[in-house]
């Protein structure tokens, strides 16, 4: 799951949550919200943590040796 997908969950999930007064005897919308916001969160602490393990990987990459810039020595 993307940081934006995981933002966007959060986002519809608390509007679902706290701003939805419509009620059905069916679905029970806060808790649906409520589910949408754990299942963002969830998503964004895996994406922030992916985020973090590529940037050290790139980190600990050797470094290539410098090119002579001037192509014509």
């Known amino acids: 799951?993307?940081?934006g997908a995981s933002l966007a969950l959060i986002a519809v999930g608390a509007i679902l949550r706290y701003a939805?007064?419509?009620r059905t005897s069916d679905v029970d919308i806060p808790v649906v919200g409520?589910?949408?916001m754990i299942v963002g969160i969830i998503g964004l602490i895996i994406?922030?943590?992916y985020m973090?393990?590529?940037a050290d990987r790139r980190r600990?990459?050797?470094v290539p040796p410098p090119?002579?810039?001037d192509?014509?020595?």
């Open 47 to 49: 994406s922030i943590a």
């Open 52 to 54: 973090i393990m590529a």
């Open 1 to 3: 799951m993307s940081l």
């Open 60 to 62: 600990d990459a050797p």
């Open 34 to 36: 409520l589910i949408l």
């Open 71 to 73: 192509p014509y020595r």
């Open 67 to 69: 090119r002579d810039r």
């Open 20 to 22: 939805v007064t419509w």
